[in-house]
């Protein structure tokens, strides 16, 4: 997910806000991170799915994968989701909400592929797929979409993720703009999600450190 979780060393070691994020976690809650990876999304939650006693960081909890896995309590709480699109993009100021732009077939929405935007985005965005592009990548990846012209928005984790995602991806960015619309803060915040063979003695020990570094 970079530039938020970028993998080095071989796949050995991660750098990036979640990776300092999850290990400064980890050591508060007296484990160790061993990371694996690259993996696709999709594979994650096959692998989690299929029993493998492993976690995958800043994932948000739907019904859905509440009732497969297993989450912690939010590692960032405060998220400002935004829609970012291209500077001098005027015509996202004709959308009174997400959900009217999101049903605007003549707007092409940058879905980042595995990535939940919350069961109310992910089930617009499913019945309305003829607009919808999957993108099978980053955040830095959709910035590039969006400055390419391939998709007209998308929508990522706030402002500063936009501004970073855009230096990531090479893209000025002055280029791009954040836009928010009231509905999304009631998206999710990201937790850290196991499959259900990982012990709950290692969740309550993630949640006891959380609880301690707010």
């Known amino acids: 997910m970079g530039p938020f979780l970028q ?5 050995e070691a991660v750098r990036g806000p979640i990776a300092a994020r999850v290990e400064a976690l980890a050591a508060k809650a007296g484990y160790e ?3 694996l990876g690259p993996i696709p999304r999709n594979r994650i939650l096959a692998d989690l799915q299929d029993g493998r006693a492993a ?3 800043n994932v948000i909890k739907t019904p859905d994968r509440e ?6 309590e939010p590692i960032f709480p405060q998220i400002d989701w935004v829609v970012i699109t291209k500077k001098n993009a005027d015509w996202i100021k004709a959308y ?3 959900q009217a732009l999101l049903r605007d077939k003549a707007r092409v929405y940058g ?3 595995g990535a939940s935007k919350g069961p109310v985005i992910d089930a617009m965005t499913a019945e309305e797929a003829s607009h919808v592009r999957p993108i099978r990548g980053t955040p830095s990846d959709l910035v590039k979409m969006i400055a390419s012209g391939h998709v007209d928005y998308s929508i ?24 928010h619309f009231p509905e999304l803060s009631a998206v999710g915040a990201g937790r850290i999600m196991c499959a259900q063979t990982v012990g709950d003695d290692l969740i309550a020990a993630f949640d006891r450190a959380l609880a301690g570094a707010h």
């Open 96 to 98: 009174p909400s997400i």
């Open 111 to 113: 879905s980042m592929l």
């Open 7 to 11: 993998g080095v060393s071989g796949g």
């Open 156 to 179: 990522v984790s706030g402002s500063d993720d936009a501004k970073a995602a855009a230096i990531s991806a090479g893209v000025d960015p002055s280029e791009i703009v954040a836009v």
């Open 67 to 72: 009732a497969r896995f297993k989450f912690t």
């Open 55 to 57: 976690c995958t960081p």
């Open 33 to 35: 991170i061993s990371w």
